[in-house]
């Protein structure tokens, strides 16, 4: 499945390759790199087996809320910090996914403190809360949440611009952070204070996502460090925008390569 059209050197491109039979591997002929079949995957030089690893895809991919490293742990047979390595690996994948699509058609974008750490509080100050900007289709049901430094019109700007495409109309709440966004795309507001919905107008589908997202946190992960935050969030959007398609592993295993 890696290499429909022949096996393929890897490193640099080359079909011309033997097959190094006792091995399991091949030995390019223009380069000499040898290699196997998992050769610059997320599988690449690990000591887990593949039938492992494709049921740690699919337990990623298709739990509602996601699997914490400690269930892995339980359900492969492995050590915790194995099992820990896998998820971290896994997410490296979706995070690929997530770099080829934009969000189009009608886009809602919304933003939420997002408790980091456990959410541990000295005095007044809450650790490890972090801002996120929330960003989905309503065509594609594509999802994108990122987190920033500030909520400034600079910042927001800045995910805008990474995330969006060809957008038809972009809603968001009566917050005045986001007054720019109609420089962009028609743009309509709906103040919560003063309805939740109108004509059509509405910030649901992103504030679904949110307390779906909040939930998993607390249920399944209990404590995602600060520093973790992004590829967490990046996992939960990455099952998110996919959840009415077929299982799309393979898909997810070739674009690690
Ligand atoms: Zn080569």
């Known amino acids: 499945m890696r290499w429909p059209d022949g096996v393929t050197c890897p490193r640099c491109g080359s079909r011309e390759v033997t097959r190094l039979s006792t091995r399991k591997k091949w ?6 790199y040898q290699f196997s079949v998992t ?7 690990t000591y887990v087996d593949l039938p492992r690893w494709m ?10 809320k996601g699997i914490s490293s400690k269930q892995l742990e339980r359900e492969l047979g492995v050590t915790y910090k194995t099992a820990w390595y896998m998820t971290h690996r896994i997410r490296q994948a979706m995070i690929a996914d997530r770099a080829e699509v934009r969000l189009s058609g009608v886009v809602e974008i919304d933003d ?9 509080a000295t005095g007044n100050v809450l650790h490890g809360a972090k801002n996120v900007i929330g960003l989905t289709s309503r065509d594609t049901g594509a999802l994108r949440m990122v987190v920033v430094e500030n909520l400034q019109r600079q910042e927001i700007r800045r995910v805008v611009f990474n995330n969006l495409g060809t957008v038809r109309h972009i ?3 009566a917050t005045s952070r986001y007054d ?3 420089q962009i795309a028609p743009h309509s507001f709906v103040a919560h204070y003063i ?11 992103i504030e679904n996502a949110w307390s779906l997202f909040k939930r998993g946190l607390v249920g399944i992960f209990h404590h995602v460090s600060a520093k973790y935050l992004q590829d967490y ?3 939960f959007c990455f099952r998110y925008s996919h959840r009415h398609e077929k299982p799309r592993l393979m898909d997810l295993v070739l674009a690690s390569c």
């Open 55 to 64: 049921m740690a895809l699919w337990l990623m991919c298709h739990s509602p």
């Open 112 to 120: 939420a403190v997002v408790r980091a750490d456990g959410g541990k």
């Open 27 to 32: 030995q390019c002929k223009a380069c000499r």
């Open 180 to 182: 720019f966004l109609g």
């Open 195 to 205: 309805a939740w919905a109108e004509d059509g107008v509405h910030t649901g589908f």
């Open 39 to 45: 050769a610059g995957t997320i599988f690449h030089k």
């Open 233 to 235: 969030l990046d996992e």
């Open 171 to 173: 809603m968001s709440d």
